[in-house]
């Protein structure tokens, strides 16, 4: 039961880390301000991130000619991520090795093999005038970290190349390669038009009366016919997946700890019934 317990928290963890806070208010225009308020109000820590796809283009400082790749940018505030952390390296070639080295098994390779310097765990984000750049992205604009990256109207400086970020999603557009950059910098590129599909996600985390207030009154704002493009997720609604995965891990935890209280009775039934038949002469004597 405390395996179980255990396994049960640390999936549900897992989750909230992958939802990136416990409750999140999904919009396709800026989060309105009464929602903020109320998370302030309820004690709540909260970030908000932009996510849209755009065009970047790459040029080598000894190159003349430049490259463009679709990629998805994602601007985040300071308090990102609120759950869990960002895995950054220093360079493409470390960040290729981890990507990698699950497939690197010959002696020759083993002294390529990374280690734990190479991969650096933070909670911060990137700097004003700097963005972080997978490994793909930068494979296919042919750059390098202290590079620059054109995003629309702005040239920003690659100072790391990000190998995992907690909260990445299986949607259509995050198939692109992640650009991480610092939301200050947004306004200067311009790319936010009024056509621009733009996806303003606010995360909050707390404690977890707070956060079911929370939830309960955002559920109940977002369906008032005066809120339009608004949605809330949660581990238990919005996030329909999430729920389906943690309700059948939770079965199967507890299907596990029923076959063990099955074996632990037939090992005692097994044991009484030896115990017994080496006294049976004896009790029958007596």
Not at 39 to 44: D, P, R, S, T, Y
Request: some cysteine.
């Amino acid at each position: 039961s405390f395996l179980a317990d255990r396994l049960n928290g640390g999936l549900q963890r897992d989750a909230r880390q992958l939802l990136g806070g416990d409750v999140v208010v999904v919009s396709d225009q800026a989060t309105p301000a009464h929602i903020v308020q109320r998370a302030q109000q309820e004690g709540l820590r909260a970030a908000t991130t932009l996510s849209f796809p755009t065009m970047a283009r790459g040029q080598r400082q000894s190159d003349v000619a430049s490259n463009s790749r679709l990629v998805a940018l994602k601007a985040v505030e300071s308090g990102y991520p609120l759950r869990g952390e960002l895995k950054v390296a220093n360079s493409l070639a470390q960040a290729q090795r981890v990507l990698s080295h699950d497939d690197m098994v010959s002696d020759d390779n083993k002294h390529h093999r990374p280690n734990a310097s190479e991969i650096e765990k933070t909670t911060t984000i990137p700097a004003k005038g700097e963005v972080w750049v997978e490994a793909a992205g930068l494979e296919a604009l042919g750059l390098d970290v202290g590079d620059d990256v054109l995003l629309g109207n702005s040239r920003l400086r690659i100072s790391r190349v990000l190998v995992h970020e907690p909260d990445r999603g299986a949607g259509f557009m995050n198939f692109a390669p992640r650009v991480l950059m610092n939301s200050a910098d947004l306004a200067a590129t311009a790319l936010i038009q009024p056509a621009s599909r733009v996806t303003w996600r606010f995360a909050v985390v707390g404690e977890d009366s707070a956060t079911q207030n929370f939830l309960a009154w955002a559920e109940a704002e977002s369906k008032k016919p005066d809120i339009r493009g608004v949605r809330v997720e949660s581990l238990e609604a919005g996030r329909p997946e999430m729920r389906q995965t943690l309700d059948r891990a939770g079965k199967f935890l507890n299907l596990v700890a029923l076959l063990a209280a099955l074996l632990s009775a037939v090992a005692v039934a097994l044991a009484a019934r030896a115990f017994a038949a080496r006294h049976l002469d004896d009790c029958a004597v007596l």
